[in-house]
């Protein structure tokens, strides 16, 4: 069994249907930041309640 070693990358070809995010955007820093305090949130409920 032959195998092309490397043959999946194509440096002509890009990806434009997900688009990584500027870090500067205001929705990457609020997504971060919500997902953030979610699990700050957590782990203090988890700590204070015991379960």
């Given amino acids: 069994m032959a195998y092309q070693q490397g043959h ?7 990806d434009t249907m997900v688009d990584p995010a500027e870090t500067d955007d ?4 609020t997504g ?12 203090v409920a988890v700590w204070l309640l015991g379960i």
């Fill in 26 to 29: 205001g929705a990457y820093v």
């Fill in 32 to 43: 971060w930041t919500i997902s953030g305090l979610a699990v700050i949130g957590t782990i």
């Fill in 8 to 14: 999946w990358q194509d440096e002509g070809w890009r």
